[in-house]
């Protein structure tokens, strides 16, 4: 699946958000209204926002020795994203993440952080936005996207919209490494 291309299921579980008590004034725009008290996620943002994640990705990957960690403590989703990470030859981290790790370990090389979920990554975030590192979160409408270089505004509690997201992510890094080193033909 292409990044043009979304099948249904896709923009089912992404244009649902969070029941409307709380909406991140950065996620507004993303907002189009309220269906039975949750909001509904304007499909063409998260198009959007995909599209320039997935050019930051490719941009992160062209240059020499990039490395982009992905990061999900999300027990439900964990295996998905290491097996992500692994297809697309990149590091990642999905139990035991200690804090100082960006801050505290000045032998960790990372161009790029890629966490499923801003909410329940928040430290990760935090550490990544001290040093400077682009982070590429899921903002669902009721989490803060203040720390996020590229949110990807939509649903982040659907396991199978975790899957779709990292493996989009996923197969785009893998797409410019395959082009860096001439083995995809068109």
């Known amino acids: 699946m292409g990044i043009n291309v979304f099948a249904k299921d896709f923009?089912?579980?992404?244009?649902?958000?969070?029941?409307?008590e709380f909406v991140d004034p950065q996620?507004?725009?993303?907002?189009?209204g309220c269906r039975e008290g949750i909001s509904v996620l304007?499909?063409?943002?998260?198009?959007?926002?995909?599209?320039?994640?997935?050019?930051?990705?490719?941009?992160v990957v062209g240059e020499e020795k990039s490395s982009i960690l992905f990061a999900n403590l999300n027990e439900s989703s964990k295996n998905v994203t290491q097996l992500c990470?692994?297809?697309?030859?990149?590091?990642f981290i999905v139990e035991g993440w200690f804090s100082g790790a960006f801050t505290n370990v000045s032998s960790s090389k990372v161009d790029a952080v890629f966490v499923l979920s801003v909410k329940n990554s928040g430290f990760i975030v935090q550490e990544a936005h001290k040093v400077n590192v682009p982070v590429v979160g899921l903002v669902d409408n009721d989490s803060s996207s203040n720390m996020v270089s590229f949110p990807l505004l939509l649903n982040d509690n659907s396991a199978g919209l975790d899957h779709i997201v990292t493996s989009l992510i996923s197969d785009a890094i893998l797409e410019i490494k395959l082009l860096n080193f001439g083995l995809l033909f068109n």
């Open 42 to 59: 304007n499909v063409e943002k998260i198009k959007e926002s995909l599209f320039v994640t997935n050019e930051f990705f490719k941009s």
């Open 85 to 91: 990470a692994l297809r697309s030859v990149e590091p």
């Open 27 to 32: 996620a507004y725009s993303g907002v189009l």
């Open 11 to 20: 923009l089912r579980h992404a244009s649902l958000g969070h029941k409307v």
